[in-house]
């Protein structure tokens, strides 16, 4: 390596950037990784909420097989889709929060490992919260839309 520097008058830690920078880098991506699925949950549990699609469509909205059959259904489904994930998303991003400040004072594989099995549980939750919106729309109304009796 000396060689090579003497040669081509290289300084190479130049090159390289400084650990703690690239490292706080590394830890701060981390941190955005694990509050970004909660930051977007409670955001589309709002957005289904408060700005549903007036009706049912391919482009915007909560899309269920029984909940496209009419509008009554879409709206049902757009109304309970935004309950539940912006329920789980608030719920979620107080939690992840509270996970974030444990961080200080970890070092970077353990807090890469808490974020990775928090992902996953986020995901868990994320398609728990998905199926149970469409059994939902199932159990209340049929294909058509019509109330089930």
């Known amino acids: 390596m000396d060689f090579i520097t003497k040669i081509f008058d290289l300084d190479l830690s130049a090159f390289v950037p400084e650990m703690p920078a690239f490292l706080g880098g590394i830890r701060a991506l981390l941190v955005i990784l694990l509050l970004l699925g909660p930051i977007l949950l409670a955001g589309f549990g709002a957005l289904y909420?408060?700005?549903?699609?007036?009706?049912?469509?391919?482009?915007?909205?909560?899309k269920t097989y029984y909940g496209m059959g009419s509008i009554e259904a879409w709206q049902f489904s757009q109304r309970i889709a935004g309950?539940?994930?912006?329920?789980?998303?608030?719920?979620f991003l107080l939690a992840m929060t509270i996970v974030a400040l444990t961080f200080i004072g970890k070092d970077l594989?353990?807090?890469?490992?808490?974020v990775i099995i928090c992902l996953l549980?986020?995901?868990?939750?994320?398609?728990?919260?998905r199926i149970t919106i469409a059994v939902l729309c199932r159990k209340y109304f049929d294909k058509d839309g019509n109330h089930r009796r």
């Open 49 to 62: 909420l408060f700005k549903p699609a007036p009706e049912a469509n391919y482009r915007y909205g909560f």
């Open 83 to 91: 309950m539940i994930f912006g329920g789980l998303g608030a719920v």
């Open 109 to 114: 594989f353990r807090i890469a490992g808490t």
């Open 121 to 129: 549980i986020q995901a868990v939750f994320t398609l728990a919260a």
